[in-house]
């Protein structure tokens, strides 16, 4: 049975820093392109950053890029997400999720999801 367990969400000021993990279970993130989504009130879900099964490559949707930094910890099965610089907009629940496929920017591709982590920034 998979399991994505996402934590380290919370309250921060504009400009802070969160880091948030994905631990994973019956799943190997070396092996998964393990993606980050958001949801905002009212708002679709939409692609953050992914790190793809093959290559190891990473993706970043524009809204982050040179704020985000996304990393796997192999021996900790873990994917991981640097947040720097944040900005209210940021404000959203955050999951994690991982499957075996390349189009690491659609959640429709993939099967296995965490319950979301909370992440909350003051102006």
């Known amino acids: 049975q998979v399991q994505l367990v996402e934590s380290g969400g919370g309250l921060v000021q504009a400009g802070g820093s969160l880091r948030l993990a994905c631990a994973a279970s019956g799943l190997t993130v070396s092996r998964n392109t393990m993606g980050w989504f958001r949801q905002a009130p009212g708002k679709e879900r939409e692609f953050v950053s992914a790190i793809t099964w093959n290559s190891g490559n990473t993706y970043y949707a524009d809204s982050v890029k040179g704020r985000f930094t996304i990393s796997r910890d192999n021996a900790k099965n873990t994917a991981d997400l640097q947040m720097n610089s944040l900005k209210p907009e940021d404000t959203a629940l955050y999951y994690c999720?991982?499957?075996?496929?390349?189009?690491?920017?659609?959640?429709?591709?993939?099967?296995?999801w965490g319950q979301g982590t909370q992440v909350t920034v003051s102006s």
């Open positions: 999720a991982g499957d075996r496929t390349f189009a690491y920017w659609a959640p429709r591709e993939y099967t296995y």
